[in-house]
């Protein structure tokens, strides 16, 4: 290997002073096949790829109100951010009719966050808060005190401050000028939790580490690296994605799991083809393996045009003025393009192959569940 760096190394030298760069790669193919292959085995930290059962977010969600806004808040006809503004002053000793309430300068909102695994009381968190009712932008308003629940339905952190908001609408004589989503605003360490989440490792000695993509190898390399490094067996494969880990007596907990979770371990990731049909994108993983195939691509359109034109009768005539529709149908076969995949090809190959006939990213999807649809791509499609 290492004679197969130094030649690579020279390759990329030579290649900018002119065409000797060529001959050097060219006489060399067997150096490039080795980098690919030891390229294959990748190596993350643990903490990348697993988490620890029990260690974890809790997401919080609240609803409150907003005020302060100049005019762009919710309408008269969406009636709950009056009665909530009503039930607000009613906490307050002041007792007044939902239905008096006239007022635009509030908008009800949803107020979101998520809270950290081993979060104490006083421990601030950023919040979003998003609109809930017809409100044209939340700029320039304050969030008043707003609960966070759990999903348990207990109070864990109250929410209130000024809103960020990242975005703009501007309405003048019907003409609206908008920059990102005005109805969705920030608020950096706008929430302060007031009830922790219990979870303490003291008197605990048997952990579960989840890999975050389930595979026996996976699951088995890192065990083995964990043992190999703490020259113990501290780990065993339970399944696919659980790993048992077992720290010593009176070993400490957190030095343990920092050490387990800073080891790099080798990883087998699945071959996946990743399609988004609503944008077009296609991500080719590099693992996918390509078996030779013949693609035939081509195309039929077909153009219906339809004109309206004025039959008018001549002056002295008695015939009537009619609109009458001409229909023209236009039909135009495309010719055939034809892309052949040998023995060995990588998916850079079919990527070319697809950009010379001028495929497009729709014809790139349909070409590519075809071949696995043929058995000549050994992947796994994922459409989002």
Known sequence: MMASGTFWKKAVRIRRCGIYAWCVIFLFPLHLVAIEAGASQKLARIKDIATIEGIRDNQLVGYGIVVGLQGTGDSQQTTFPTQTLASTLLRMGVSVPAGAIRVQNLAAVFVSATLPPFARSGTKLDITVSSAGDARSLEGGLLLMTPLYGADGKIYAQAQGPLAVGGYSVSVNGNVKQVNHPNTARVPSGAIVERAVPLDLDGKSEFSLLLNDADFRSAESVASAINHTLDRVAAHTVDSRRILLTAKPGEEIPAFLAEVES??????????????????????????????????????????????????????????????????????????????????????DLVRSLQTIGASAR??????????????????????
Not at 332 to 344: A, F, H, S, T, Y
Not at 372 to 383: C, F
């Open 363 to 384: 014809d790139v999807i349909s070409i590519l569940q075809a071949m696995k649809s043929a058995g000549a791509l050994e992947a796994e499609i994922e459409v989002l």
């Open 263 to 348: 080891i790099d371990v080798p990883i087998y990731p699945r071959a996946k083809v990743i399609v988004n049909e609503r944008t077009g994108t296609v991500v080719i993983g590099g693992t996918v393996v390509l078996q030779p195939v013949s693609i035939l691509h081509g195309g039929l359109a077909v153009n219906v045009v339809s004109e309206f034109q004025v039959s008018q009768p001549n002056a002295f005539g008695g015939g009537d003025t009619k609109v009458v529709r001409q229909t023209s149908v236009d039909a135009l076969d495309k010719p055939v393009n034809r892309i052949e995949l040998k023995q060995g090809a990588t998916v850079d």
